[in-house]
């Protein structure tokens, strides 16, 4: 089974682009929808999470804005957070696996924002970066509701750049050109990923 590693920063259009891959009958493994269950009442973060940040936990589950206050521009809460979720997340993926190899899937795709910044690449066949401009990005993020210009900065900060990411990527899906183009993007990997003789060397995203 041919798996595909999803990422790209924040506003750059990754769930757009996962929906097209789910389209062409790749299943996509959601890593945030992922948290946000583990995060939910009777998910199993919410109590380590709770114990390890008391007071972010409310009506059984953990407020995630509550949550990215306590560990936003502090390293080493967010070290300790993320040692709490990653290893939950990993084994929420392996069931993942388990229902693709099941249901027979070709090629299966991982929606994973932090990829590089936590050595998934390393696990995957290929990976796709979604990128846009900046200032694409930048109008896109700040205008959702709460957003604002000190907290994007803070979130990109924690993040590898984009130019980064693009450097290391198998593939790139440039969302700023509109969908179409950007479904076109998709089909051709998903094609290329198919074909042995095109498919890409791993090592690409060494780093």
């Known amino acids: 089974m ?24 790749v ?9 946000h ?6 998910g199993a973060a919410v ?5 390890a940040f008391p007071g972010v936990v409310k009506d059984g589950r ?9 560990v936003l521009g502090d390293p080493q809460a967010l070290q300790r957070l993320n040692g709490i979720v990653h290893p939950l997340v990993a084994q929420d993926r392996i069931g993942f696996f388990e229902r693709g190899q099941a249901d027979g899937a070709e090629m299966v795709a991982l929606d994973i924002p932090l990829l590089f ?9 290929a990976v796709v970066v ?19 210009p000190e907290r994007l900065d803070a979130i990109l900060a ?27 993007q998709v089909a051709q990997i998903v094609a290329v990923m198919r074909d042995p003789q095109r498919r890409p060397p791993r090592d690409r995203t060494a780093g």
């Open 37 to 42: 269950d583990l995060y939910d009442v009777g």
């Open 158 to 184: 924690q993040q590898i750049s984009d130019a980064e990411k693009r450097a290391r990527a198998h593939f790139v899906v440039d969302t700023s050109r509109g969908l179409e183009p950007a479904r076109e």
């Open 27 to 35: 299943p996509v493994y959601d890593a945030d929808a992922a948290v």
């Open 2 to 25: 041919i798996v595909l590693g999803l990422t790209g920063s924040i506003g750059m259009g990754k769930s757009t682009t996962a929906a097209m891959f789910r389209e062409l009958g």
């Open 117 to 125: 910044e936590t050595g998934g690449h390393a696990n995957v066949d």
């Open 47 to 51: 109590g380590p999470v709770g114990e």
């Open 130 to 148: 979604v990128t846009a401009p900046a200032e694409v990005q930048r109008e896109r993020v700040l205008a959702r509701p709460g957003m604002t």
């Open 62 to 70: 953990v407020e995630r804005e509550a949550l990215r206050q306590r």
